[in-house]
């Protein structure tokens, strides 16, 4: 079992900064993939980076260049760097990890899940 707890979220203006940190705690000895997902209002939650055991990142299109998944393995904590936002990046952020050395961008391949952290942004 694998606990996740989500913080960082706020509201920023378009344009600004945020950082999103994902605190691991309980087996956190096995290799998972970790990711960073989104939910806005009336649409599905979908994939926005991907970080594997190896280091490995993906990005979505929507995010290439302004967010930076990263993880600090000392502190099991995975981060979110988000730069340049704007009002479309507007969600519920959720941290999740799968159990495997390989990723997915579907969520229903993630074990676990934290509770998330809102996002919003204003033009």
């Known amino acids: 079992q694998v606990q996740l707890v989500e913080s960082g979220g706020g509201s920023v203006q378009a344009g600004g900064s945020l950082r999103l940190s994902c605190a691991a705690s309980g087996r956190t000895d096995w290799h998972y993939c970790m990711g960073w997902f989104r939910q806005a209002p009336g649409k599905e939650r979908g994939w926005v980076a991907l970080?594997?055991?190896?280091?490995?990142?993906t990005y979505a299109d929507s995010v290439k260049g302004r967010f930076t998944i990263s993880q600090e393995n000392a502190k099991n904590t995975l981060y979110l760097q988000m730069n340049s936002l704007k009002p479309e990046d507007t969600a519920m952020y959720y941290c999740?990890?799968?159990?495997?050395?390989?990723?997915?961008?579907?969520?229903?391949?993630?074990?676990?899940w934290g509770q998330g952290t809102q996002v919003t942004v204003s033009s």
């Open positions: 999740a990890a799968r159990g495997s050395y390989f990723c997915s961008i579907n969520s229903y391949d993630y074990d676990y």
């Open positions: 970080i594997s055991s190896s280091g490995v990142t």
